[in-house]
T-cell receptor
Framework: KQEVTQIPAALSVPEGENLVLNCSFTDSAIYNLQWFRQDPGKGLTSLLLIQSSQREQTSGRLNASLDKSSGRSTLYIAASQPGDSATYLCAVRSGNTGKLIFGQGTTLQVKP | DVKVTQSSRYLVKRTGEKVFLECVQDMDHENMFWYRQDPGLGLRLIYFSYDVKMKEKGDIPEGYSVSREKKERFSLILESASTNQTSMYLC?????????????FGPGTRLTVL
């Protein structure tokens, strides 16, 4: 059974710092991995999708990497800003149904 | 841009009521999903559908049913609401399985059952 873990559960950094969020999964047979952002009380916003054949994806100050063999993904945020404060979730698609398995998320606080 | 909308942001119902949560997407996506999100438990899949009139149970279908009569609309039904169904409900849609199927989420419905 696929399990997704995100460590740490919470992170606080000063503005301007580069940071890395971690995601690990137990079964390397995945179709893709998706990173989301969630603001308090809101829905999920898709940030990046990495297909199983890809090693990384970039969007602006965000870079997500995927190492299927080790069951790991990282989300790198460059030059963090207070507006980046949110909960970041990773999710993997293992089967052919499109169903996602989510991690518990990392809550990020960027202090001015 | 993909848009997924949900009928209500906040909903308060009484125990035993029948509750309908509606979700509409405008990108002609085949797949649609209903999740609930609870503190400490994360997001859990309730039901999903990969075509009109097709549905499959997710991880926690008990106490829920779904309806998909049109491709763009996926409804979650609580036949007899209970207090343990107080939660944040999130709808999502994506392209068909086997393709580039990034999931897009709606804004969520915060349901309180009294």
């Amino acid at each position: 059974k696929q399990e997704v873990t995100q460590i740490p559960a919470a992170l606080s950094v000063p503005e301007g710092e580069n940071l890395v969020l971690n995601c690990s999964f137990t079964d390397s047979a995945i179709y893709n991995l998706q990173w989301f952002r969630q603001d308090p009380g809101k829905g999920l916003t898709s940030l990046l999708l990495i297909q199983s054949s890809q090693r990384e994806q970039t969007s602006g100050r965000l870079n997500a990497s995927l190492d299927k063999s080790s069951g790991r993904s990282t989300l790198y945020i460059a030059a963090s800003q207070p507006g980046d404060s949110a909960t970041y979730l990773c999710a993997v698609r293992s089967g052919n149904t499109g169903k996602l398995i989510f991690g518990q998320g990392t809550t990020l606080q960027v202090k001015p | 841009d993909v848009k997924v909308t949900q009928s209500s942001r906040y909903l308060v119902k009484r125990t035993g009521e029948k509750v309908f949560l509606e979700c509409v997407q405008d990108m002609d996506h085949e797949n649609m999903f209903w999740y609930r999100q609870d503190p400490g438990l994360g997001l859990r899949l309730i039901y999903f559908s990969y075509d009109v009139k097709m549905k499959e149970k997710g991880d926690i279908p008990e106490g829920y049913s779904v309806s998909r009569e049109k491709k763009e609309r996926f409804s979650l039904i609580l036949e007899s609401a209970s207090t343990n169904q107080t939660s944040m409900y999130l709808c999502a849609s994506s392209l068909p399985r086997g393709s580039y199927n990034e999931q897009f989420f709606g804004p969520g419905t915060r349901l309180t059952v009294l």
